[in-house]
């Protein structure tokens, strides 16, 4: 039985479990539901949770450990010298037997018998079942793979009936449990608050990790390159080395381009989406009907639905030609992979992220703030730039910063629109690139992975995560400086 299978089994008997724990406590509450402590709900949860969440808890916990467990099982059936070679070797022949024991599976015993019996070439017998073998393979890969296919039937046959078994025996264990003065709200409420908070660590641990990961990668790349030359030099030149010279740098890796192409198309960008979007906020919340409201809103949505690549396309094929023709007719040379290119589309992108938080949270300002000032003789106008503005100032700010995070996150638009030049200039008109592009080339390729080239990544990666995260924090001092509290 697949995984999948068993965690829907095991989900099906929980509500069948649910059914019959709401039953025996109606039958314990003796048609007073007054007599039983919770809900006849809650009685049906406490069973129903205890029969799926042991049983589904340890599905998942195998799921993670059987991978562990079946390459241990390969690498015992690998010979000594296979041992001795190269990481890259051992994972290819890992890999090779992987396919083997797949096609195995396509076949039955009496096949798959003959054919090791009369030596058939498993090749053109594996490859009649859609499973593709470069080579005929070794003995020693044979017998791993045979030996992967019995564990991987043992794993699935013992998980199967340990995890029916523990369902079965805590929804008979906690039928026991029923009584009317079982405090089972109580039960839920803690099993409930322990999922909350389980999720919650998972969620920091995730992002500990990925920080983490980064910081290494990028102590390995600072014990390569010295810090000074990335963050103070103005040369981004990574040239490429050769495989196995992982000692020396190689190349100039200078932060300053990347983050002035960053900076710099990110400001374009907002300078575009801000005033569009903080005006459509406004008219949209105060001066536009319902009936406007309720069209012009989704479509304004309806942007940040669309892919980035799209986004870069039509910068590609159609606004970064249409800017170099039209500056060819005036005689200014514009290039059609520029910053303006960039900044203009991405600003498009970020309209919908300021005028919808911003609508929201114009909307929020209380009623009585309008009317007040209305019946102090101030006109719509001056109400909204003095009194509605101030008061959704926090709210505006932090869409906007959330738009600015977004414009330095933001990758394809920037390599379909600005090119890949790491250039410092203030003419927007000239092609720049971003620390995204350079990631994602950077970690593209046949290069080693402990190569100053690709360690950079990391490193750029970092300087990323640093840069958002103070944005952050920025915003959140920016909001409790100016919040104010209205009954």
Known sequence: MTRLLLSALILALGGAAYGLATDRARQLSGGKLSNLHSRLSYY????????????LLLVIAWSIAEPMVMHSVVQSQLPADILTKSKAEVAMVDSSIGTIADGFQRL????????????????DLLGSKGVALGTEPEAFQIAAAQQLNRWSDLSRYGITTI?????????????????????????????????????????ILTTAGIVLSMLLETIHFFQK??????????VWDPRFSAAGSTG?????????????????????AL?????????????????????????????????????????????????GPFLRDAGAAIGVPVSASSVLTAGFVM??????????????????????????????????????KQVVLPAALPGVIGAVLLAASRAIGETMIVVLAAGIAANITVNPLQPVTTMTVKIVSQLTGDLEFNSPQTLVAFALGLTLFTITLGLNIYALSVVRRFREHYE
């Open 163 to 203: 995890a029916l078994g523990l369902a079965a025996l805590g929804f008979v264990l906690s039928m026991f449990r029923l009584t009317g003065k079982l405090r089972a709200r109580n039960a839920v409420e803690k099993i409930m608050l322990a999922g909350l908070v389980g999720a919650s660590t998972v969620a």
């Open 248 to 268: 020396t740098a190689g190349g100039q890796f200078g932060l300053l381009p990347l983050l002035w192409g960053t900076t710099y198309i990110s400001l374009v």
């Open 271 to 319: 300078v575009v989406a801000v005033p569009i979007g903080l005006l459509a906020a406004i008219y949209m919340s105060e001066y536009a009907s319902k009936r406007v409201r309720t069209v012009v809103k989704p479509m304004l949505e309806l942007l940040a639905g669309i892919p980035t690549i799209v986004y870069g396309l039509f910068a590609l094929i159609s606004f």
């Open 44 to 55: 049906g949860f406490f069973v129903a949770l205890w029969t799926v969440l042991p049983a």
């Open 347 to 384: 600003g498009i992108m970020l309209i919908p992220f300021v005028s919808s938080l911003s609508d929201d949270v114009i909307n929020a300002v209380p009623q009585t703030l309008r009317d007040g000032s209305l019946g102090l003789g101030a006109t719509r106008s001056e109400t909204i």
């Open 108 to 123: 039955t015993p009496t096949e798959l018998a003959a054919a090791l019996a009369s030596k058939t070439s498993l090749v």
């Open 225 to 234: 390159v010295p810090p000074q030359d990335f963050f103070l030099s103005t």
